[in-house]
């Protein structure tokens, strides 16, 4: 097995709405923010190189939505999913599955496309299988409000469409090994119904994808929960449990939003779990 990071853009949120009800004062320490109070964030996916598979775990906001949507992210940096893809010797034809941790648009944007003369879409990724699960693609399909500007339709709907669409099974628990794809995937409600959060045994290590259950090193002490969690109590329970487990077993931790940090890894201390070192993925995986 051989996996890879895999930069898709950078680009800029409200840090108000990154960390809910803590002060500015405080938060931008670890995230500070320009003039109009916005901070860097990043959408690093993962590539994973498994015998005859090649999973990729989410990948950005894709290119398809207008000038004035792009507009209020203001993109930077000049990656790309293709230029990063080429970076390791990969083109997206080669991808047999997409991993979507869950349906917002800057986690699945990128699997869908405009066709060749722009009249619809299509995917992407056209060898692949999509992966989600039931309650979660039920709860993207029929969004809250709260949520329905970040469930785009243009995103989801052609994924089912193409006859590509796959769901995991579903535990008992929340906790669960996938036989299909090969790791483990904890499951978390406070961000989002059922997001998915892959835990991969790697090198001696198990490598732990974070999507929105911690956005950024910011995010590590428990109130630092972002506005846009549904239930941000719930991710403060869920963050409590996930970061004790992940400071008792030194899980290495990688960083989707986190402009400065690929990974890093947690401490117990007394005050709680806080962040113990930050490495680049090339760092501690020559």
């Given at each position: 097995?051989?996996?890879?990071?895999?930069?898709?853009?950078?680009?800029?949120?409200?840090?108000?709405?990154m960390?809910?009800?803590?002060?500015?004062?405080?938060w931008?320490?670890?995230?500070?923010?320009?003039?109009?109070?916005l901070?860097?964030?990043?959408m690093?996916?993962?590539?994973?190189?498994?015998?005859?598979?090649?999973?990729?775990?989410?990948?950005?906001?894709?290119?398809?939505?207008?000038?004035?949507?792009?507009?209020?992210?203001y993109?930077?940096?000049?990656?790309?999913?293709?230029?990063?893809?080429?970076?390791?010797?990969?083109?997206?034809d080669?991808?047999?599955?997409?991993?979507?941790?869950?349906?917002?648009?800057?986690?699945?944007?990128?699997?869908?496309?405009?066709?060749?003369?722009?009249?619809?879409y299509?995917?992407?990724?056209?060898?692949?299988?999509?992966?989600?699960?039931?309650?979660?693609?039920?709860?993207?399909?029929?969004?809250?409000?709260?949520?329905?500007?970040?469930?785009?339709?243009?995103?989801?709907?052609?994924?089912?469409?193409?006859?590509?669409?796959?769901?995991?099974?579903?535990?008992?628990?929340?906790?669960?090994?996938?036989?299909?794809?090969?790791?483990?995937?904890?499951?978390?409600?406070?961000?989002?119904?059922?997001?998915?959060?892959?835990?991969?045994?790697?090198?001696?290590?198990?490598?732990?994808f974070?999507?929105d259950?911690?956005?950024?090193?910011?995010?590590?002490p428990l109130p630092?929960?972002?506005?846009?969690?549904?239930?941000?109590?719930?991710?403060?329970?869920?963050?409590?449990?996930?970061l004790?487990?992940?400071?008792?077993?030194?899980?290495?931790?990688?960083?989707?939003?986190?402009?400065?940090?690929?990974?890093c890894?947690?401490?117990?201390t007394?005050k709680?779990?806080?962040?113990?070192?930050?490495?680049?993925?090339?760092?501690v995986?020559?």
């Open positions: 097995m051989k996996i890879y990071p895999i930069e898709t853009g950078n680009f800029k949120l409200d840090g108000g709405a960390f809910g009800v803590v002060p500015k004062t405080i931008q320490r670890t995230n500070p923010a320009d003039s109009n109070n901070i860097d964030m990043s690093r996916c993962m590539l994973i190189e498994d015998g005859n598979r090649l999973i990729l775990i989410d990948n950005g906001t894709g290119n398809k939505q207008s000038d004035k949507f792009f507009g209020y992210y993109f930077f940096g000049g990656f790309s999913l293709d230029t990063s893809l080429a970076k390791y010797g990969f083109h997206r080669d991808i047999t599955d997409v991993f979507l941790t869950h349906l917002h648009f800057d986690h699945c944007g990128g699997s869908i496309q405009w066709n060749k003369d722009r009249t619809g299509e995917p992407a990724f056209k060898n692949a299988k999509f992966w989600s699960n039931k309650k979660h693609w039920k709860w993207a399909t029929e969004p809250n409000v709260r949520e329905k500007a970040s469930f785009l339709k243009e995103n989801i709907n052609p994924i089912e469409a193409s006859g590509q669409l796959k769901f995991v099974n579903l535990p008992e628990v929340d906790f669960g090994i996938n036989t299909e794809l090969g790791f483990d995937i904890l499951f978390a409600d406070g961000h989002t119904e059922k997001q998915m959060i892959p835990h991969i045994e790697y090198k001696g290590k198990t490598l732990v974070m999507a259950l911690l956005p950024t090193v910011g995010h590590i630092y929960v972002m506005g846009y969690d549904t239930r941000p109590l719930l991710t403060m329970d869920e963050k409590a449990k996930f004790n487990n992940a400071a008792d077993k030194n899980y290495l931790l990688f960083l989707e939003h986190d402009a400065s940090n690929e990974l890894t947690v401490k117990h007394e709680g779990v806080r962040l113990d070192q930050t490495y680049k993925f090339n760092e995986f020559n």
